[in-house]
C-alpha cells in the first residue's frame, strides 16, 4: 500500500514539475557523479545566488521524488498523507496560475538504481551539465552489475545536455572526460592538472592560532583561467574535494558569464554542506573532522589523506561501515585499512564490516594496541571521549545505514564535539524524523 502511495504521488509531482518546466523555462544545471555532488550543487547555487534568481537542490535531494520537489519549492511531507495532498496542490497552483518562478536552478541527479537517471532525462534537459568523478568502485553499485553500469547510468544526463549547452568537465577524470563522446555540447574542464581550463593550484590548510595551539580553519587555493589568476578561501572545511567542488563552481559561473574575481570572493563566504569534511571544535582542545555524512572508498581515501596531511599532535581515525559496494566491499575496506595503518596513531572502527578496515591496518604495521572495535558510534564515541588530548585531530566517517545497518557516526561527533549544544546547528540528521 505504501509503495503503491508513493509511486501516485511521485507521478502527479513529476507531471507537475514537467509541466511546470515547459511554462516557465528556467535555465538547468544538473549536476552528478559518484563523489561531491551535494557540495558541487551548493557551491554553484552560491555563486550564482547574487545575481540572478536561483533554486538549488535541498539538503541531497537527487532522486525520483526529491527533483519533483525541489523544481516545484516543496518539502518532503516524509509519512503524512495531508501534507502530501497539500504538495500536490501547491504544485497545481504553480501549473495553472503566473507565479513568480526562479531563473535558474540547480538540481542534483544521482543513481541509486539502473534506469534512475534515464527516467528524469525524459523531461528534463539541461542547459549545463556538470559531472564530478566517476571511481572505478562508486558508492551504490551492489545495485548494478559493475561499476561501468554505474558510469553509464550517470552518462545519461550528458546525452539529455542541450544542443547549445555547456559540458562541465573535471578533467582529472579521464572517465569524466570520456563523456564528450556522448554530446555535441561545448565542453569546459576544471581540476589541478595542467591540461584544465579552469584549473586549481597551490592549495594549502588554513591555519590559525586557538587557545596558544595550531589549528586548521579551512581550505586556501589558486584558481587560474584564461590568464587570470584569484586566491580562494573556503572556510570550516578540509580536504581537496570541497576545492574540487569550488572549482566547478567557478566554472559553471565563468560559462554563464559571471566575473571570476566575484564568484572567488562569494567562495570566502561558502558554507559547505554539513557532515562533509567540517571543521569542529572538539572536546579538551582537538579538533574534529566532520565527514559523518556518508561514505564510500574514494571519499573515505581523500579524507584520510587529508588527515595525514595535517599539522598538530595525534591524528585518529574513527571509521564506520561502507555500504552498497557489493562484492567490492571486503576489498575496499581492507584498502581502506591499509592507508590508515601505515600513519594513522589511534584507529577505532565501528561496525561488522569496519573490522576488515582493522585486520588490515594491524598488517599495515599499526600496533594491536592502537586499534579498537566498537558495534555503534555512541560506544566508540563514549570510549574516545575518555581518551582526547590537546591538539588531537579526530577524522570521523561512515555511512549512514538504514533498518539493521545503523552506523550514524554524526552520534559519535555529539559526543566528542566542545560545545555539544550545537549539534542542532553543526551536525547532520539532527531532525525530529531522525532522532
Not at 85 to 92: D, Q, R, S
Not at 249 to 275: K, P
Not at 319 to 329: F, K, P, Q, R
Amino acid at each position: 500500500m505504501l509503495k503503491f502511495f508513493k509511486k501516485n504521488i511521485v507521478s502527479i509531482l513529476t507531471w507537475e514539475a514537467a509541466y511546470v518546466l515547459r511554462k516557465y523555462k528556467p535555465f538547468i544545471i544538473g549536476v552528478t557523479g559518484s563523489v561531491g555532488k551535494t557540495t558541487t550543487k551548493d557551491a554553484i547555487y552560491h555563486v550564482l545566488k547574487d545575481s540572478i534568481k536561483s533554486r538549488k537542490s535541498q539538503k541531497s535531494f537527487n532522486s525520483e521524488l526529491g527533483i519533483p520537489l525541489t523544481i516545484l519549492g516543496l518539502d518532503n511531507a516524509w509519512h503524512n498523507p495531508i501534507f502530501w495532498v497539500w504538495n500536490i496542490t501547491k504544485g497545481l497552483l504553480f501549473v495553472i496560475l503566473p507565479l513568480p518562478y526562479p531563473k535558474l536552478l540547480v538540481l542534483e541527479i544521482g543513481a541509486d538504481h539502473p534506469g534512475d537517471i534515464k527516467k528524469v532525462t525524459e523531461w528534463i534537459h539541461p542547459d549545463v551539465v556538470v559531472v564530478t568523478r566517476l571511481p572505478d568502485h562508486p558508492v551504490h553499485v551492489e545495485y548494478f552489475s559493475s561499476p561501468n553500469e554505474v558510469r553509464k547510468e550517470k552518462a545519461e544526463l550528458v546525452r539529455a545536455l542541450k544542443e547549445h549547452g555547456v559540458f562541465i568537465a573535471n578533467v582529472d577524470d579521464p572517465a569524466v572526460v570520456k563523456l564528450k563522446e556522448l554530446t555535441v555540447a561545448r565542453m569546459l574542464t576544471y581540476g589541478f592538472g595542467e591540461e584544465a581550463q579552469v584549473r586549481g593550484g597551490y592549495i594549502n590548510i588554513d591555519y590559525e592560532e586557538r587557545e596558544g595551539q595550531k589549528q586548521p580553519v579551512g581550505m586556501i587555493f589558486r584558481v587560474d583561467w584564461q590568464g587570470n589568476s584569484v586566491p580562494v578561501r573556503l572556510r570550516g572545511v578540509l580536504g581537496i574535494q570541497p576545492c574540487v567542488s569550488a572549482l566547478a563552481a567557478l566554472a559553471v559561473g565563468l560559462a554563464y558569464g559571471e566575473s571570476l574575481l566575484r564568484m572567488s570572493e562569494a567562495l570566502g563566504t561558502f558554507q559547505a554542506s554539513l557532515g562533509r569534511m567540517h571543521i569542529i571544535f572538539g572536546k579538551n582542545g582537538s579538533t574534529i573532522i566532520d565527514d559523518s555524512y556518508n561514505s564510500s572508498p574514494v571519499a573515505a581515501e581523500a579524507a584520510l589523506e587529508t588527515l595525514k596531511s595535517m599539522e598538530g599532535g595525534r591524528k585518529i581515525a574513527m571509521l564506520g561501515d561502507m555500504l552498497e559496494l557489493g562484492e567490492y566491499e571486503e576489498e575496499e575496506h581492507v584498502h581502506i585499512g591499509r592507508i590508515a595503518g601505515k600513519f594513522v596513531d589511534e584507529l577505532i572502527v565501528v561496525g561488522r564490516r569496519a573490522v576488515w578496515i582493522a585486520e588490515a591496518a594491524k598488517k599495515s604495521g599499526l600496533a594491536e594496541k592502537h586499534i579498537h572495535s566498537f558495534a555503534t558510534s555512541v560506544e566508540a564515541g563514549k570510549w574516545m571521549e575518555t581518551q582526547i588530548q590537546p591538539g588531537d585531530i579526530i577524522l570521523v566517517k561512515g555511512s549512514q545505514g538504514s533498518g539493521t545497518n545503523l552506523i550514524r557516526m554524526e552520534r559519535a561527533v555529539k559526543l566528542l564535539m566542545a560545545h555539544p549544544g550545537d549539534a542542532s546547528k553543526l551536525l547532520v540528521r539532527q531532525e525530529s524524523s531522525w532522532q
